[in-house]
């Protein structure tokens, strides 16, 4: 089987993300705008490529001024780097329903690898005739290495923030139609 290329289904897929907020409790965000391209080779993943792009205004927790400083100089810096960036480098087969995708995460113009775990959910028809795919990935990054810093100590020890970020991406993906050689 050749590689192949897949249409994420956005109505049927997200972005997540989780940071540890005072120690104590969790907030819980999503990035409304992002893309991806996926050139899969079904037979034999290892063959595959990923590459993602998220608009960094478009982090989303349901609080306004939460999501404003998040998009400032003190975090994402939207206004000066817009675009968060993935891009695989190599796919490697963990077990049947299990792979693991290596690749350079950026953001804030800092690039570092990163890997993702990701369960395969299988594929099927729909009821239009489309295959599609189904994958959850989740992988968790230190936000210092991208620049991320800004913090308040609290008065009772530990911080507001939590450097760890963990991030859990659900993708459904459509199989596109192949390109006919004239």
Not at 39 to 55: C, N, P, R, W, Y
Not at 109 to 122: A, K, Q
Request: aromatic share 6%.
């Amino acid at each position: 089987m050749a590689q192949q290329n897949w249409q994420v289904d956005g109505a049927h897929s997200a972005v997540n993300l989780t940071v540890r907020h005072m120690v104590i409790s969790k907030v819980r965000g999503h990035f409304a705008k992002w893309n991806a391209r996926l050139a899969l080779d079904m037979g034999d993943l290892t063959k595959s490529s990923v590459e993602v792009e998220i608009e960094a205004a478009s982090i989303e927790t349901g609080v306004a001024e939460r999501d404003a400083h998040l998009r400032s100089p003190d975090f994402l810096d939207a206004g000066k780097y817009p675009t968060l960036r993935y891009r695989s480098r190599r796919v490697e087969v963990v077990s049947k329903d299990r792979i693991r995708v290596v690749g350079d995460l950026t953001i804030r113009d800092v690039t570092r690898e990163v890997p993702l775990d990701v369960e395969v959910g299988g594929q099927g028809k729909d009821p239009w005739g489309n295959v599609r795919a189904g994958f959850a990935a989740t992988t968790s990054i230190n936000r210092k290495d991208f620049g991320l810093t800004w913090n308040q100590a609290l008065e009772t020890g530990g911080v507001l923030v939590a450097d760890r970020v963990d991030i859990e991406i659900e993708i459904e993906a459509v199989q596109q139609a192949a390109a006919k050689v004239a």
